[in-house]
């Protein structure tokens, strides 16, 4: 009984982190999207991936695009949380970069990301990654080999 | 998955997101100062616009600088020179006096050189030098071939570009001032593309810190940098890709002259050295960047003399729809003829892109 409980308690956090994440992608890919043009602009001037601004800016929308996809899908929900966690890593070392190692620290992201400062974009990012990480450690077993 | 596996799983994500973008990092930086694909770098505010004073002419170009001065001469007004301080407040105007008279006069241009300064015309060809103290000039050649450019290199050595007779080819020579009867020159600094007069037209700089010459073609991507006895030293590349001039020329009718067939593709309008940098201003918008900031403003682009280097591009903000026509770099100020007035910018030290953005002073940015 206290098992069952635990579980459907689990299943209920990983549902909900899967639907922030879900939500916070479709926003983050789809705001790119809207303004390409002003997103890859945005990438060039970036001190720290400026050379490759140009397959960036479609494939981190793309990763963001297909990692909702997999979130939603409840089957392959476990690889699209291990994606989610990677994803979110890779933002969190580009802005810890940008704030100790770069040669500038550039105007910041768009959307409503915009609003904050680097620092607090930084702790945001922490934050989301150790969601993840905690949805991958409470997904349940079951969860995985269900197949639907 | 048992906890175990999870927790692999976990930091093998974590070292392959955080190596993915750590050599991203290197990467990019690398190709960005060594083989630039044309993608500029905008560090903000780096150079910030200081004071602008109005010259009431827009026939002044810039002369040269020394003794906490910026001297400015004037093609309307061919023997007045006139002194601004750094900070742009106050002005002085001379009037240089010619020892001899006896010379045709076209389009005579000054050059300020430490004490000295030299009154030079290129087509007839005559240089005169003074000393500043009084302004009062003494023939020193007036023969020879003709000339283009010229910038002194110390009092008695100057670097100018002559054209050559009948072919009317650009060659970068020196001449000095106490033997003015050896022409000297150097073949193969400029490299003939298809007519060697359009083709390798440029401006020509002295850099007294590194003791080099510096040519920047104006129709390609390239710059030549030269020791003083006018051996080549190396031959850098700006950032755009234009390796070949684009110029398109026609013979006029009944005439031996030449002119565009089409206008001509400007790569590098305007430069300036200083110290360790060479400062170009670009005619070409690069990739991913902000059409309104090139409606709105010239773009400088800084490169390391020392190594070839692309550092960083900033835009020097045009006047009353007026772009800038030249540029004088002097330590960290930057001026900038443009319309009837001169600007003043400072420059500051993250223009060199070489160090943390927390390592450069005063510079905290959100």
Redesign the interface.
């Known amino acids: 009984m206290g098992l069952k409980l635990n579980t459907r308690f689990r299943h209920t956090i990983v549902n909900v982190i899967c639907w922030i994440y879900a939500l916070l992608f479709t926003y983050a890919s789809m705001s790119k999207l809207l303004d390409f043009q002003n997103f890859r602009i945005q990438l060039g001037q970036s001190p720290l991936i400026s050379s490759f601004a140009d397959w960036v800016s479609i494939v981190i929308p793309a990763i963001e695009f297909i990692i909702v996809i997999l979130l939603l899908a409840t089957r392959f929900r476990s690889i699209g949380l291990i994606a989610t966690y990677t994803l979110m890593v890779m933002f969190t070392t580009y802005i810890y970069i940008i704030l100790n190692y770069s040669t500038f620290v550039p105007c910041s992201c768009g959307g409503i990301l915009e609003k904050m400062t680097w620092k607090q974009h930084l702790t945001f990012n922490i934050v989301f990654v150790i969601l993840a990480g905690v949805s991958i450690v409470l997904i349940p077993r079951k969860h995985v080999l269900t197949t639907k | ?3 175990r596996i ?2 692999v ?2 930091l093998i ?2 070292i ?3 190596g ?3 050599y ?2 290197k ?2 930086e690398k ?2 100062h060594y083989q ?2 044309f ?6 505010h780096v150079a910030q616009e200081i004071s602008q004073t109005d010259l009431k002419f827009n026939s002044y170009y810039f002369a040269g600088h020394g003794n906490g001065n910026i001297y400015l001469g004037n093609i309307t007004a061919p023997l007045q020179i006139l002194a601004l301080d750094i900070a742009l407040k106050e002005n002085h105007v001379y009037t240089i006096e010619l020892k001899e008279k006896d010379l045709a006069f076209r389009a005579p241009q000054i050059r300020v050189f430490k004490n000295n300064f030299y009154v030079f015309e290129g087509h007839v060809p005559y240089v005169y030098k003074g000393s500043i103290d009084n302004w009062i000039a003494s023939k020193r050649k007036n023969s020879g071939y003709y000339f283009a450019h010229f910038e002194p290199m110390d009092s008695v050595e100057m670097v100018t570009r002559y054209i050559m007779p009948k072919s009317g080819e650009n060659l970068i020579g020196s001449l000095n001032l106490r033997d003015t009867t050896e022409v000297h020159y150097e073949q193969h600094l400029l490299e003939k593309q298809f007519d060697g007069v359009f083709d390798t037209d440029g401006s020509l700089h002295f850099n007294k810190e590194l003791q080099r010459v510096v040519y920047v073609y104006r129709y390609r991507n390239e710059y030549i940098v030269a020791h003083k006895n006018l051996e080549l030293d190396y031959r850098g590349n700006t950032i755009d890709t234009i390796s070949i001039a684009h110029v398109k020329l026609v013979r006029l009718k009944n005439s031996t002259q030449k002119t565009f067939a089409e206008p001509p593709l400007v790569v590098n309008k305007t430069s300036a050295v200083d110290s360790n940098l060479l400062y170009v201003n670009s005619g070409l918008p690069g ?4 059409e309104n900031l090139w409606k709105a403003a010239s773009i400088v682009d800084v490169y390391d003399l020392t190594n070839g280097t692309y550092r960083s591009s900033f835009p020097i903000y045009n006047i009353n729809g007026e772009t800038m026509k030249s540029m004088l770099v002097v330590g960290q100020f930057l001026y900038a003829l443009i319309g009837e007035k001169i600007v003043s910018y400072k420059l500051l030290e ?1 223009i060199n ?6 390592e450069y002073s005063g ?1 905290v ?2």
């Open positions: 998955m048992n906890i999870k927790i799983v976990l994500s974590s392959f997101g955080i993915v973008v750590i991203l990092f990467q990019s190709i960005t630039n694909r993608i500029r770098r905008f560090p903000p990739n991913y960047e902000d993250p892109q070489d160090k943390k953005a927390s510079m940015d959100g």
